[in-house]
C-alpha cells in the first residue's frame, strides 16, 4: 500500500516541517516546498527534513527537542520505532535524546484506524541561538 501524493507521502517529515516553520512563525510545508515545483515531486521528504533543518540553524534556531506521533490503524509502529527515531535524529543532526516518536492506531475508527489513510502530529521546540 502507499499513499498518492506529490512527494513520497511521509507523513512524519512533512509534520516535523510544519511544526519547526511554525514554531519559527515562518509559513508551512507548501510554502518552502510548493507542490507545483517539480524538483520536490517524489522527492525523500527526509531529505528535505535535513534541507529545512539548515533553514532553521540559518535563521538561528535549534531543536530543544521534539515530539511526534504516527497514527496508522493497521500496522503496527513499534518494531520500527528505534530506526525511524535515528533516522529522524540523524536526518535533523540532532542526539537522539532529543527525539520522541510514538504509534497510535485510533482503535479501527474512521480512515486513518482502518488503515486507508495515515496522519502524523509534531510539537517542536526550538531555542534561539544568536
Ligand atoms: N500503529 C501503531 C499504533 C500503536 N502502536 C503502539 O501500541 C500502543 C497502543 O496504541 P493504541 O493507539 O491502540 O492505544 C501505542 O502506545 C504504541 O506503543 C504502534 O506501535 N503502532
Ligand atoms: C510536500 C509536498 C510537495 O512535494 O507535497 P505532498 O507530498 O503532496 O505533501 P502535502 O502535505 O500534501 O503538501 C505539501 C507539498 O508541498
Do not use: W
Not at 6 to 18: N, P, Q, R, Y
Amino acid at each position: 500500500m502507499c499513499f498518492r501524493t506529490h512527494s513520497d507521502g511521509d507523513v512524519l517529515s512533512h509534520a516535523i516541517i510544519d511544526a519547526i516553520a511554525g514554531a519559527m512563525a515562518d509559513g508551512d510545508l507548501g510554502t518552502h516546498y510548493p507542490e507545483d515545483d517539480p524538483a520536490s515531486e517524489n522527492a525523500r521528504s527526509l531529505n528535505f527534513v535535513t534541507e529545512f533543518s539548515g533553514y532553521m540553524r540559518a535563521q538561528g534556531y535549534e531543536i530543544v527537542n521534539i515530539d511526534a506521533f504516527v497514527t496508522l490503524g493497521t500496522t503496527r509502529l513499534r518494531p520500527y520505532m528505534s530506526a525511524i527515531r535515528e533516522a529522524v535524529a540523524a536526518a535533523l543532526d540532532v542526539p537522539l535524546d532529543r527525539i520522541s516518536i510514538k504509534g497510535r492506531s485510533h482503535d479501527g475508527i474512521a480512515e486513518v484506524g482502518r488503515g486507508q489513510a495515515c496522519s502524523a502530529t509534531a510539537t517542536v521546540l526550538l531555542m534561539k541561538t544568536d
